[in-house]
């Protein structure tokens, strides 16, 4: 089987990026599971492996991911200014360098030179700028790569999957996002990337509530009742096996999560606070229903330990697997989409 060509991106250089990527690629035999594709610095990524005592990690220094040798560590390195290194500080110039990064991977991508994107973390200040004016990544690839579609954000581990109705708006605005038809829509796009990447053949999915106890029968707000329950009326006429709405605190707090295969929350914090205290560390940023596979961990910059070794690269290794495990699956679902059973002469017959 043909490695998996993972591009990784170095991130905010002033958080714990090269940190936790090179805490990663260390780990021995990485190199035989698929090949890292590093877009980065040169100068900032040795005076990382300085920092963190492991001048023994060879890295192949390329000009170009299509350069990119198998069973290396291989670091394209980025023609723009090196930034400053200015460890837990939110500068301009590791904004750029970060966009630098993250376009010249999605090229790569595009390019075929590479088969999946891993991010590691961007200081959504430093980035925003003329060329970059996107929330966070989600919204960025999207617009580079999402053809007319929105990415679904979803966190996940092994065991939970949490997707987002609405992802990096202020709290005042959620309620306007939440209609029929983009619920609807929403639990339908989820239910495609739990078949096609997460290999579920009839997956289940609860919804969570908006208000407070479900909106109380509308004492709390009428959201439920006019909104969600018709969209789940809608989805399980489609035969989707759709539940809810669920009050999130004693959805969460009584583990009712763990009889689903997703979970739909209405906004980010209503998902990913409970996410992250369940996943802890091994948590993984999916961000679904995109032509390509993009992963990264499920947590910011750490600007507070930036550059001390403190960094735990768990959910940066778990990023990477995850993305190839996606990547090998959807090439299964797609190939077996593709072959259909034919019905020829009364006999079944693989159609080539």
Not at 114 to 132: N, R, Y
Not at 223 to 245: F, R
Not at 266 to 278: N, R, S
Request: negative net charge; glycine residues 8%.
């Amino acid at each position: 089987m043909e490695k998996v060509k993972v591009g990784i991106t170095h991130g905010d250089v002033n958080g714990v990026g090269y940190e936790v990527i090179f805490k990663t690629l260390a780990e021995e035999g990485i190199t035989d599971l698929f090949t890292p594709v590093v877009f980065g610095v040169e100068a900032i990524a040795n005076e990382a492996k300085k920092r963190l005592g492991l001048e023994t990690l060879r890295l192949n220094i390329i000009k170009n991911a299509e350069d990119a040798l198998d069973g290396k560590i291989n670091l394209v390195s980025l023609p723009g200014p090196a930034p400053e290194l200015h460890p837990g500080e939110v500068r301009e110039d590791a904004g750029e360098s970060a966009v630098e990064a993250l376009e010249a991977a999605v090229d790569a991508l595009k390019q075929g030179c590479i088969d999946v994107i891993v991010t590691a973390p961007i200081s959504k200040e430093a980035v925003q700028s003329e060329k970059f004016s996107f929330p966070g990544h989600t919204e960025y690839l999207s617009d580079r790569l999402g053809e007319g579609s929105p990415a679904m954000m979803i966190l996940c581990n092994d065991t939970l999957r949490v997707a987002l109705l609405t992802k990096h708006i202020p709290i005042s605005k959620i309620p306007e996002h939440i209609t029929r038809e983009s619920i609807t829509e929403a639990v339908e796009k989820f239910v495609v990337t739990l078949k096609r990447d997460f290999g579920i053949v009839r997956p289940s999915v609860a919804v969570l509530s908006l208000n407070p106890h479900a909106g109380d029968g509308g004492l709390l707000g009428n959201e439920e009742e006019e909104i969600i329950k018709p969209a789940l009326d809608d989805l399980i006429a489609k035969g989707i096996l759709a539940m809810g709405p669920f009050p999130a605190d004693g959805f969460f707090g009584h583990a009712t999560y763990k009889k689903f295969d997703g979970v739909l929350a209405m906004y980010h914090d209503q998902g990913l606070a409970p996410f992250k205290t369940i996943a802890y560390s091994g948590g993984v940023n999916f961000s679904a229903d995109l032509p390509f596979i993009r992963t990264s961990p499920d947590h910011g910059t750490a600007f507070d330990i930036a550059w001390k070794g403190e960094a735990d690269p768990t959910s940066m290794r778990e990023a990477i697997y995850m993305a190839i495990d996606i990547f090998r699956r959807r090439q299964n679902f797609d190939e077996s989409a593709a072959n259909p059973l034919k019905v020829k002469s009364g006999k079944l017959k693989m159609e080539s």
